[in-house]
């Protein structure tokens, strides 16, 4: 497991890497084509469409990776899919009725209304190659998809950035229309290697209805895990949009997507080649304990050597590398470090309980955690405190993932004792 983990894990953070690196140094521009304004608005518009996409395929795309045959992963796919165009389709509509209507959510234009649709169709079934390519144990294309995912977002929105002041219109949907082109470059990319280089989908007449039974527990506990995981995750932007400045989710949803990112390239691989190598142990019945303790220790050396170097310089390295307008961004760096840091453990292993059919316990801890960030921001906005409330948040948040965290190692503690006693 060790050599394959490694190889694999290599892969796809070579990938991840390289998109990010491209990213990154995207933003030396991008930082200085839009403004803090620019950046709030767009992280709004972010968190709504993520809280949606998580709807678009009601988590039956993570059941690919465990499905019995690899016919019943392709009819996964297709019920993924056929849910995915459903609510992409019924997204398209509200939001003409909003844009022609003249209604609007967190002060959101008309314009971006309309991209919401777009990108949660795109980022759907881009999902859904991911995990027909990840049950093949085919991470190549992953690496591959996602440089194509990122370097097409990159250089569109730079594009857009440039026309700004031509075009006034580029500062509201120049980022969000970039990151819907990315999203389409990738499904593109990934469906042509799926479906027709590798034949990892091979649609059927099979009736759905059986199947969407069989594995319910995705959309009964892991989907609405997710929905209040996302929500939990954006409600700062969602909420905070309303009784605070832009400038102030702008320095904010810079530091956010800068820990972010970092935590999601990592938790992302490894979760991808995890879940599919602890799956086939679980189903060979082998212990588990060594090799996930041993990977919960590299990976938590790791972050307690960076970790503090990136609390200590994270101020002046953002003033440096993006210009005096960002002055601020390294408190809201330094209040979700810890966080962060619990983070790429906790989701790096956040399939256990697809594993074990343990979503129901997952989506309880997720609902509490939900409440608990509510009310450190509900603190916060009544004390007319943006920062008071993004500390709060970020406490609450940091001890949630720690609860969550021990969770899922004490379900493969529970597993391996119940190996050895033969259960």
Known sequence: MA???????????????????LAFAAYTVLLRLFTPDDFGLCNVFFSYTEVLIILSTCKYEMAIVIADTDREASDLARLSFRINTLLSLLLAAVAATMALTGLTVSKLPPALLLLIPLLVYFTGTYRVYVFLCNRHKDYNPLAAGEVVSVGAATATRIFFGLLAPVVNLFHTVGLPLGSVLGKMGGHL??????????????PTQTPL??????????????????????????????????????????????????TQRPVGVLANTFEKVLYQNIAAKVQQ??????????FVLLLGGGILVGGPLIFLYAEPLFVLLFGSQWVGTGYYVRCLMPW????????????????????????????????????????????????????????????????QLGWYLFQIYRYDRRLLRGI
């Open 3 to 21: 050599t394959r983990f490694i190889k694999n894990s290599g892969t796809l953070l070579t990938g991840n890497i390289i998109a990010q690196g």
């Open 209 to 258: 209805r059986p199947l969407a039974r069989k594995y319910i527990n995705f959309a009964c506990y892991v989907m609405p895990r997710e929905l209040v995981s996302s929500f939990s995750s954006n409600l700062p932007l969602m909420w905070l949009s309303i009784h605070f400045d832009k400038p102030l989710l702008g320095l904010f949803s810079l530091a956010l997507t800068f």
């Open 340 to 403: 962060m840091s619990l983070l790429v453990v906790c989701n790096s292993l956040s399939f256990i309980g697809n594993i074990f059919s343990t979503q129901r316990v997952d989506f309880i801890l997720q609902v509490i955690q939900l409440l608990l960030r509510a009310a450190a921001l509900f603190v916060g906005i009544r004390l007319a405190d943006f920062e008071l409330a993004i500390l709060l948040f970020a406490a609450v948040s940091a001890a949630s993932a720690a609860v």
């Open 285 to 294: 019945r082998l212990a588990l304990r060594r090799d996930v303790r041993r």
């Open 189 to 202: 990319y990934l469906r042509h290697i799926a479906c027709h280089k590798r034949g990892f989908y091979q």
